[in-house]
């Protein structure tokens, strides 16, 4: 290899060093001579977004994107990913990407955002898509979203942001081979105007974000093992029952979920963060407790809670959780205001766990000086029945990431 200039490498490695650049940079090696006319052609990952094309002020990535894919020639599409911005030419039918694109049979990975219509024909035919993400497109129709996950025939990996005005009433999700969705639909509904319909019972991993006061409803009974529930929606018995298989949980507290923390038993679960998102969260959370008899860490996150007028609904239970007297090994607080309440559940939790190695207290951002190191005294002087459990606190507190979840785009 000695003298042996970079035109002079073999086509695939100079493919794979294509692929470390952007698309518009790989292209661009085209003037470099004729040896490099074709090489671009055949690289398997491409990026079009209008964020990484600033300099093109008149243009958006669009006509570069038009024109490059009628010569692309690669044998298979590991990843494409679309992001349209404002520059994009509406008059151009952007979002009717071209027939051809829905019978892609070597498509690994796709990422769409924004202006994109989802405008499905049928038959749809992607055999080889495993990860899919749909960020704030919308939908020609319900039947195009339908026909479009029904042609993913080995579907792993689904992340959905939703646009308030996608056309689509009911959101069903039907993937045989579902192993993660990640759902988020931030818009703030009155009622039950729509729903969320999930049917993969292979699905292992749920995070799902959803305030628009539809209902939710999950079919096939999945195992599930990591869950993220923040939601204000109308829920069906089995969404909320999937939850008992889970070993990882972050879950909002708030009137919706707040009467299945008594009726479900978590009995697999070992890490859980709870967020409250209302004031009233005391009673379902050591109801939570009973029903999570495994449960080895605890995190407690009130950064949500406006503290004023906080009231004294702390009720000790009859029997201590079993968890506490077995399990529980590390307790975390983030946001701890030193309220009444606040106090009798860090008191009740110090004081019946017995395998308890660590406390950590996060103080409230808003507290310094006196009234911090007053809170401090306090906590330090509330008997632990773990000799052994260390107390740390911090003021610049950090929540331990309970569970990962990665979608490879």
């Known amino acids: 290899m000695v003298g042996t200039t970079i035109s002079e490498l073999p086509d695939d490695l100079l493919i794979k060093i294509l692929s470390y650049l952007s698309t518009e940079d790989a292209v661009v090696t085209m003037l470099l001579s004729k040896r490099w006319q074709s090489i671009w052609k055949m690289v398997p990952q491409l990026t079009y977004m209008d964020?990484?094309?600033?300099?093109?002020?008149?243009?958006?990535?669009?006509?570069?994107?038009?024109?490059?894919?009628?010569?692309?020639?690669?044998?298979?599409?590991?990843?494409?990913?679309?992001?349209?911005?404002?520059?994009?030419?509406?008059?151009?039918?952007?979002?009717?990407?071209?027939?051809?694109?829905?019978?892609?049979?070597?498509?690994?990975?796709?990422?769409?955002?924004?202006?994109?219509?989802?405008?499905?024909?049928?038959?749809?035919?992607?055999?080889?898509?495993?990860?899919?993400?749909?960020?704030?497109?919308?939908?020609?129709?319900?039947?195009?979203?339908?026909?479009?996950?029904?042609g993913c025939r080995i579907l792993k990996h689904l992340y959905v942001k939703r646009h308030d005005q996608d056309n689509v009433t009911m959101f069903s999700v039907n993937v045989p081979s579902l192993e993660t969705l990640c759902y988020t639909y931030m818009k703030l509904g009155v009622g039950n105007v729509g729903s969320l319909v999930i049917g993969s019972a292979t699905l292992r991993k749920l995070f799902i974000q959803d305030h628009s006061g539809n209902s939710c409803s999950i079919e096939n009974e999945p195992r599930l093992d990591y869950a993220l529930v923040g939601l204000n929606c109308y829920l069906d018995d089995k969404f909320m029952a999937s939850l008992s298989s889970v070993m990882y949980l972050k879950l909002y507290l708030s009137s919706k979920t707040d009467p299945y923390c008594t009726s479900i038993k978590f009995s697999q679960l070992i890490t859980c963060t709870i967020r409250p998102i209302r004031l009233q969260w005391l009673e379902p959370f050591m109801h939570f407790l009973q029903n999570s008899p495994k449960l080895k860490v605890l995190r407690i996150d009130t950064s949500n809670i406006r503290h004023e007028g906080f009231p004294r609904l702390f009720n000790r239970q009859s029997s201590f959780p079993e968890c506490l007297s077995a399990h529980l090994e590390i307790f975390e607080w983030k946001q701890y205001g030193g309220h009444y309440e606040e106090k009798e559940v860090v008191k009740y939790i110090l004081a019946n766990s017995k395998c308890l190695k660590r406390a950590r207290i996060s103080i409230e951002s808003t507290t310094f000086g006196e009234d911090e190191r007053r809170m401090r005294k306090e906590l330090e002087s509330m008997y632990r029945v773990s000799p052994s459990s260390q107390l740390l606190f911090s003021t610049q507190f950090k929540t331990v990431i309970t569970f990962q979840y990665v979608i490879n785009l």
């Not at 243009?59 to 894919?69: A, C, I, K, P, Y």
């Not at 994009?88 to 769409?112: A, M, Q, R, T, W």
């Not at 955002?113 to 495993?130: A, F, G």
């Open 51 to 150: 964020s990484d094309y600033k300099h093109r002020k008149k243009r958006s990535v669009w006509w570069f994107m038009d024109q490059s894919l009628q010569l692309h020639k690669a044998p298979v599409i590991e990843s494409l990913i679309i992001e349209l911005g404002a520059r994009c030419p509406v008059h151009n039918d952007v979002g009717n990407l071209p027939e051809s694109f829905y019978i892609c049979d070597k498509l690994v990975s796709l990422y769409v955002s924004d202006k994109i219509l989802v405008d499905v024909p049928s038959p749809v035919c992607l055999p080889s898509l495993k990860s899919l993400s749909l960020e704030s497109v919308v939908y020609k129709d319900e039947d195009s979203l339908v026909r479009l996950l029904s």
